[in-house]
């Protein structure tokens, strides 16, 4: 079992930058692909971006790269979603997620631990 609380969200302007945070207890944390999805109101959960278990690698939506950044701290169980140049589209509640296989999951049904979610607003 893995349990995720994520920290962070909040109100920001449009051009403005928010880390969230995510913090995981339970086991083999480090052994995990770890994702970022958000989900606005109306819409579908979608994938933001993922970080291998060493965080070696990452992979991102189109909507976001060069926008976003994760990375994680194994030794803290904590991955981070670094969020610049934020624009009122990313307002959503975001969700950290961890898969048990390596590769680049990027659908919800590949991710098995989800965290409660956190509400980010981007005002314009």
């Known amino acids: 079992q893995v349990q995720l609380v994520e920290s962070g969200g909040g109100l920001v302007q449009a051009g403005g930058p928010l880390r969230l945070s995510c913090a995981a207890s339970g086991r083999s944390f480090n052994t995990y692909t770890m994702g970022w999805f958000r989900q606005a109101p109306g819409k579908e959960r979608e994938f933001v971006g993922g970080?291998?278990?060493?965080?070696?690698?990452?992979y991102y939506a189109d909507s976001v790269k060069g926008r976003f950044t994760i990375s994680r701290e194994n030794a803290k169980n904590t991955v981070y979603l670094q969020m610049n140049s934020l624009k009122p589209e990313d307002t959503a509640v975001y969700y950290c997620a961890c898969a048990p296989r390596g590769g680049r999951p990027v659908l919800r049904y590949q991710y098995n631990y989800w965290g409660q979610g956190t509400q980010v607003t981007v005002s314009s």
């Open positions: 970080i291998s278990w060493s965080g070696g690698s990452t």
